[in-house]
C-alpha cells in the first residue's frame, strides 16, 4: 500500500488520493487472501489466582518411548505433577485427575487447548459433577495455554538432556521424569520468589532452607504481568463486535488462507465465533486470526487454486490500477480544479479502519511530509 501511494503521488495528486488508493487495495479479493498476518494485539493475562489450586493448566507432550506425558501446573503455586500414560483419551485423562485432585483436592477452575478428548461429553460431564470450570483456547492458538506450554518445552528440554544414549527403557524415563519434577518444585520461581513447595505444602522439601520473608506473590505477579504487557506491546485498533465483517485465517490444507466471514458470537476478550457463508461453517478464531473487512457488494465465489496469486503479481496488478488513474487525472487537473466528486472515478469513500500508527513491530509510523 505505502509504495503504490508512493508511486501515485509522484505523477498525480487529488483531495483524499491515499483513502481512495487504501480502499482500492483492501477491496481487492485476491490481495486478502494471500496477505501477512495481522500485528499481534496487546497480552492479556490471566487473572492473578489468590490462593493455591484454583486454577490448572494442563497439556500433554509426546509420543515419547510410545508414550506420552500429561503435564499438569498450578497457575498460583507453579507445582507440576507429570504421568506417563499409553493414551490421552477422555477416561485416561480423567483416571489422572483424579489420582491429582485425591491429593490437593478440586481446582475451580481448568484449563487446556482445543484436544477431542477434552471436549467429550464424558469428560465435561465429569467437570460438571465436581463443579469445574473448564476453559479452554482457540484452535492453533497455543497462547492461550501458554503456563502449560511452557512446562511442557521445561520437561521436554530436560529428559532430552538427561537421556544422552537415546534410551527406551520406560523405567529409565520414569526415574528421569521424576528427578525432573523434583527440581522444578524445589527450585525457587523467578514470578514468585520462592519455590513451588514451600506455597503449596507451607514447608521445604528433604532441607530446603526457608527463604526469609518471601515477597507477597499476587505482587510479584501482577508486577511480572505488567512488565510483559509492555514488552509485547501490540495493536489494540481492532476490536471485533457481533455482525462485523471480517477475513478469518483458514487453516483447511489446500485452500486460500483468508475466507470472508461474519462475527456471530463474541466468546471472550480476544476470541470470537465467526460464521463463513461459502462453506456453511462456524469457526472459533482468536484475534490474531482476523482481519477487518470493509463492506462490499461482491458475491463469495469459490476458491480455487486460480485465484491465489503471488505477492509479485498481486502489486503489479494495484500498480496497473493506480497507473491508469494517474494517466486520466492530468487532463482533468489542466481544466477544472480538482474536487472530490469529479477527481477520479473512483467509488465513494466507504468509513473505514483507523490507519495505525505503530508498525507490525511495534515503532512508531510517520506521516509522509511531501504530497
Known amino acids: ?36 498476518d495481522p500485528n499481534k494485539h496487546p497480552l492479556v493475562p490471566w487473572p492473578v489466582t489468590s490462593q493455591p489450586w484454583s486454577r490448572l493448566h494442563f497439556d500433554s507432550l509426546g509420543p515419547v518411548a510410545n508414550h506420552y506425558i ?12 507429570a504421568f506417563f500414560t499409553k493414551s490421552m483419551t477422555s477416561s485416561t485423562t480423567i483416571i489422572l485427575l483424579r489420582q491429582i485432585f485425591a491429593r490437593f483436592g478440586l481446582p475451580n477452575t481448568l484449563v487446556a487447548d482445543n484436544y477431542s478428548a477434552f471436549k467429550s461429553e464424558e469428560f465435561q460431564d465429569f467437570c460438571t459433577k465436581n463443579g469445574i470450570r473448564f476453559k479452554s483456547g482457540a484452535p492453533y492458538s497455543p497462547r492461550t495455554n501458554g503456563a502449560a506450554e511452557i512446562v511442557v518445552r521445561t520437561i521436554k ?35 514468585t520468589g520462592t519455590s513451588p513447595a514451600e506455597i503449596l505444602l507451607k514447608r521445604p522439601i528433604r532441607g530446603r532452607l526457608d527463604l526469609l520473608k518471601p515477597p507477597t506473590t499476587d505482587s510479584k505477579n501482577v508486577a511480572a504481568q505488567e ?36 462475527v456471530s458470537e463474541v466468546l471472550g476478550s480476544r476470541r470470537v465465533r465467526v460464521k463463513i457463508p461459502y462453506l456453511d461453517l462456524e469457526w472459533v478464531r482468536h484475534y490474531h ?43 482533468v487537473s489542466s481544466q477544472v480544479t480538482p474536487s472530490i466528486s469529479d477527481a477520479t472515478d473512483v467509488a465513494p469513500v466507504t468509513p473505514s479502519v483507523a490507519v495505525a500508527t505503530t508498525s507490525r513491530f511495534g515503532r512508531p509510523l510517520k506521516q509522509p511530509k511531501r504530497l
Open 1 to 36: 500500500t505505502v509504495k503504490v501511494k508512493s508511486l501515485a503521488r509522484s505523477y498525480v495528486w487529488w483531495p483524499k488520493i491515499d483513502q481512495q488508493i487504501e480502499n482500492l487495495i483492501n477491496n481487492c479479493n485476491e490481495c486478502a487472501r494471500t496477505k501477512y
Open 70 to 81: 500429561f503435564v499438569l501446573v498450578d497457575s498460583h503455586t507453579k507445582w507440576v505433577e
Open 157 to 191: 528440554r530436560s529428559l532430552l538432556a538427561a537421556i544422552s544414549d537415546s534410551s527406551s527403557d520406560i523405567n529409565l524415563l520414569e526415574v528421569k521424569l521424576q528427578r525432573i519434577l523434583l527440581d522444578l518444585r524445589n527450585s525457587t520461581h523467578s514470578s
Open 227 to 262: 512488565k510483559q504487557i509492555e514488552y509485547h506491546g501490540g495493536d489494540n485498533s481492532a476490536i471485533f463486535k457481533v455482525g462485523d465483517q471480517i477475513w478469518a485465517r483458514n487453516f483447511r490444507p489446500g485452500e486460500a488462507k483468508w475466507l470472508k466471514g461474519i
Open 289 to 331: 486470526q482476523l482481519r477487518p473487512r470493509t463492506s462490499d457488494s461482491c458475491p463469495i465465489e469459490p476458491l480455487t487454486d486460480d485465484s491465489v496469486n503471488d505477492t509479485a503479481s498481486i502489486q503489479a496488478d494495484a500498480s496497473t490500477q493506480t497507473d491508469s488513474i494517474s494517466n486520466q487525472q492530468p487532463h
